[in-house]
């Protein structure tokens, strides 16, 4: 399994508290996303980062920002949070090379967000 | 938003062959077709990926048709653990580009 580690894996907070989500690599990859997963809605890309300090918004972006101060680390933010951001959120992170240039993404095992 | 068509959902015998239908008719020619499952809540997992050529690993077999619009995942000896939904996903080869889910087939292995 690719080495993807995601904290906290659950958090239960108030709304209009900050929150940070990290993802952390090993395999040095260069490419990480950030998706949020709702029932009736699957995976939804919120940011990604195509390398340390680059990224760039996803679909759903509004209410969140994101660091990659490192190749390792990819935070993310949620400034003030809302209960609609009470959802599952997933770490993915891809690479390509030239035999391989269609990198396959590999996923964390996520982290559970509750917002009261 | 996706640009694949899967079944909602499929049944298949325990033992038996699973064989998951996607379509992307309107999939550019450098666009691969990529496959990912994600069983119960955890992570999706990657599964196999083509272009043009059928491709097979240790997981499955993918089959694209000569006109790229279609392909099938075929599981060969589907078990209870291949439970889950299944994602068929059309991608430029091209490493920041996202991967964009749509709903995919729920697979349920029936003992």
């Known amino acids: 399994d690719a080495g993807i580690t995601q904290s906290p894996r659950h958090k239960v907070t108030e709304t209009g508290t900050p929150v940070t989500l990290r993802c952390h690599q090993t395999e040095n990859h260069r490419y990480m996303y950030w998706y949020r997963q709702d029932p009736g809605h699957g995976l939804r890309l919120i940011h990604y980062s195509y390398g340390v300090k680059d990224t760039d918004k996803g679909e759903v972006s509004d209410g969140y920002s994101v660091s990659r101060s490192k190749t390792e680390d990819f935070l993310l933010t949620l400034e003030s949070a809302t209960s609609s951001q009470t959802s599952v959120y997933f770490c993915?992170?891809?690479?390509?090379?030239?035999?391989?240039?269609?990198?396959?993404?590999?996923f964390g095992e996520g982290s559970r967000l509750t917002v009261l | 938003d996706a640009k694949t068509t899967q079944p909602p959902s499929m049944d298949c015998a325990e033992g038996r062959a699973a064989n998951l239908p996607c379509n992307h008719s309107t999939i550019s020619g450098n666009e691969y077709v990529y496959w990912y499952r994600q069983i119960h809540s955890q992570g999706p997992q990657y599964i196999i990926h083509g272009l043009k050529n059928n491709e097979t690993n240790e997981m499955a077999s993918l089959i694209i048709t000569e006109d790229r619009k279609s392909s099938t995942l075929i599981l060969p000896h589907a078990t209870l653990r291949d439970t889950a939904v299944y994602y068929c996903?059309?991608?430029?080869?091209?490493?920041?580009?996202?991967?964009?889910f749509g709903k995919g087939t729920r697979l349920s292995v029936i003992a």
């Open positions: 996903i059309v991608r430029v080869n091209s490493g920041n580009t996202p991967l964009v």
């Open positions: 993915a992170i891809s690479e390509t090379t030239k035999s391989n240039p269609a990198g396959e993404l590999f």
